[in-house]
């Protein structure tokens, strides 16, 4: 049998037994499918461990000793999430604490139970985790679109389980109704306001504001910008976003003076916690009387300054690394949103 480094398609044969080894690229790990998409984890990296761990598997099967699930295989849900987490080690930090957020959310909601025992009923219930918080009147405050990224979470949970072998069924996940809410940005005034107080009380972090409003980059990948990825050349900035993917971001000479005199390596900006960053700006946003906002505005202002100097969507998409052009158009909305707000001065009242 030969397992092709790369190969998603490696059809093997052992003693009448048919299977399919293959290399999943996000993980890196080895899987066997012996049934059309039921998979089971080699739970190994290495070509030749997964060759000899595939061939154990198909003599067991011949001998009808190997089935897809089996009772000592089934784990707790905690048990399993360790091992969901172990082998998702590539993802981002930020990933994986989701993962664990989601998991451990629905783990509250219906028992640590076998992952095998999973069934509709448990995400009926999950679904309405937001219905209790807020009908109990608790502390912790859980939204809808909360509630989805959980599913969202879970779903994918759910599947690794089944190609694990230790989920035969995945239960039908339905994200909840959520009404459109347009993104937040800044006023023309708020922004004059809060950039002229950040540099008069933190110049630091004054450059940094205007990166964001003149890229639409994220905090994260601010903070993870470095020397070594910005080509002057061509005017390009590499940043690692959403998923750990990089996408590139073009510098023009207001961005590229808030990023200070260039350096042949190292971090661009202040390298801290995203939550210091959140601390930051709230602070620096009290101070200039601008209350209600969040350093994530400043992100949805560039994106809706884009769209005032009329620059193409698709452009846009891309500059701000959306994977989905619908989440670049809901910009239009807001602008619209903004020009009757401005119209509105024009009325006698």
């Known amino acids: 049998m030969n397992i092709m480094a790369k190969s998603f398609h490696v059809k093997s044969e052992e003693k009448g037994i048919k299977y399919l080894v293959f290399k999943r690229a996000t993980s890196g790990y080895w899987y066997i499918e012996i049934k059309r998409k039921v998979n089971?984890?080699?739970?190994?990296k290495n070509a030749a461990q997964a060759k000899t761990i595939a061939q154990a598997m198909a003599?067991?099967?011949?001998?009808?000793?190997?089935?897809?699930?089996?009772?000592k295989d089934d784990k707790l849900l905690s048990e399993y999430l360790e091992d969901y987490i172990d082998n998702r080690s590539d993802l981002s930090q930020k990933t994986l604490k989701q993962d664990k957020t989601a998991i451990q959310c629905f783990i509250d909601v219906v028992g640590d139970i076998k992952v095998s025992m999973i069934r509709q009923s448990h995400i009926n219930a999950f679904r309405k985790i937001h219905e209790y918080y807020i009908g109990t009147g608790k502390k912790r405050v859980i939204t809808k679109i909360s509630v989805n990224s959980y599913l969202r979470h879970l779903k994918t949970f759910l599947r690794q389980a089944q190609e694990d072998g230790l989920l035969i069924d995945i239960p039908k996940i339905k994200m909840l109704k959520v009404g459109d809410t347009l993104p937040k940005i800044l006023t023309a005034d708020q922004r004059k306001r809060l950039l002229n107080y950040a540099f008069k009380n933190d110049h630091r972090?004054?450059?940094?504001?205007?990166?964001?409003?003149?890229?639409?980059?994220?905090?994260e990948e601010i903070i993870s910008a470095r020397w070594e990825n910005y080509d002057r050349e061509s005017g390009l900035l590499t940043v690692r976003g959403k998923g750990d993917k990089e996408r590139q971001v073009p510098i023009i000479k207001e961005s590229s003076f808030a990023m200070g005199h260039p350096k042949a390596s190292g971090p661009i900006f202040w390298q801290v916690h995203p939550d210091t960053y959140?601390?930051?700006?709230?602070?620096?946003?009290?101070?200039?009387?601008v209350f209600g906002?969040?350093?994530?505005?400043l992100r949805h202002s560039a994106a809706t300054q884009m769209l005032e100097k009329e620059i193409p969507l698709e452009i846009i998409?891309?500059?701000?690394?959306?994977?989905?052009?619908?989440?670049?158009?809901?910009?239009?909305?807001?602008?619209n949103k903004e020009m009757i707000s401005q119209m509105q001065k024009l009325s006698n009242g």
């Open 317 to 335: 998409q891309k500059i701000l690394g959306h994977s989905d052009i619908k989440s670049t158009q809901i910009y239009a909305k807001v602008l």
């Open 293 to 297: 906002t969040r350093f994530h505005f």
């Open 278 to 289: 959140t601390h930051k700006y709230q602070a620096l946003a009290t101070g200039a009387m």
């Open 40 to 44: 089971k984890s080699l739970k190994t």
């Open 205 to 219: 972090f004054y450059m940094i504001m205007t990166f964001a409003l003149f890229t639409g980059c994220r905090r």
């Open 59 to 71: 003599n067991a099967l011949d001998k009808k000793k190997f089935v897809v699930l089996k009772a």
